[in-house]
């Protein structure tokens, strides 16, 4: 009975002893294999995603031509929403990282009606141009439109008069616009975003100029007339 238990100290003690260098690394090893196969794992499907994807791309302008910063194009398929893209300030935009398939684009633009390109196909490895003239319309729900019309001191309306439009702010500064020219009725047509803000309008035909001043509130149509200190007669 004794020597049974002198048998299991001494086999406890040699099972509690230092473990050898080989069974130290053994651990290590299959750690380090594990990882590896991790890393392989991640990698693998984001190498063969970004190789089997396309994009889109194109210029984005308004009804005159001029290009349009800051436009959300969202690709949308089966009703979601997949990924969106911001045109830069030269209203162009790149979407990428779409799967191949079949799109509808949509473009959305404070102070503009929403538009859509329906059936764009997109295929692996190709970015497909939408083309340089995606043309949104003026929302005119969303902007402060002034009409206005210049006459002479009869009555009579004054064709091709020059009007300057400066925008007045509360510290005493402005900011002058392009000018703009009335049309064969003698009427012109201003348009901003939708805001409380206060206009000067000079009109200058020949060598006769008359100014005058409105306030705007918000979004809606604003109507003002000019009348020159001058004869039809005298034109």
């Known amino acids: 009975m004794l020597r049974t238990r002198n048998f299991l100290t001494l086999r406890s003690l040699r099972l509690c002893g230092k473990p050898s260098p080989a069974e130290t690394q053994r651990p290590q090893r299959v750690f380090l294999v594990a990882f590896c196969l991790l890393i392989a794992a991640f990698c693998l499907p984001l190498t063969t995603y970004s190789q089997s994807t396309g994009g889109a791309k194109g210029k984005i302008r308004n009804s005159r031509g001029d290009t349009i910063s800051g436009v959300t194009v969202t690709a949308r398929q089966d009703s979601k929403d997949i990924r969106s893209a911001t045109s830069n300030s030269k209203g162009e935009f790149t979407l990428s990282g779409l799967q191949p398939g079949v799109y509808n684009f949509i473009f959305d633009a404070k102070g503009y009606s929403s538009a859509i390109r329906y059936n764009i196909e997109v295929r692996s490895n190709k970015t497909v141009d939408l083309g340089d003239r995606l ?65 000067r309008f000079t009109v200058k035909y020949k060598d006769k100029s008359t100014s005058k001043e409105i306030e705007v509130e918000s979004a809606a149509v604003y109507r003002l007339a000019i009348n020159l200190e001058l004869e039809r007669s005298d034109k």
């Not at 206005?148 to 509360?170: D, I, M, Q």
């Not at 402005?174 to 206060?198: D, L, V």
């Open 135 to 199: 043309i949104l319309i003026v929302d005119k729900g969303t902007l402060v439109i002034i009409q206005g019309s210049v006459f002479f001191k009869n009555g009579t309306s004054v064709t091709g008069a020059k009007v300057e439009v400066e925008k007045l702010h509360e510290d005493g500064t402005t900011r002058s616009f392009p000018a703009i020219y009335t049309n064969i009725y003698g009427e012109f047509i201003f348009r901003q975003p939708e805001g409380p803000a206060k206009y």
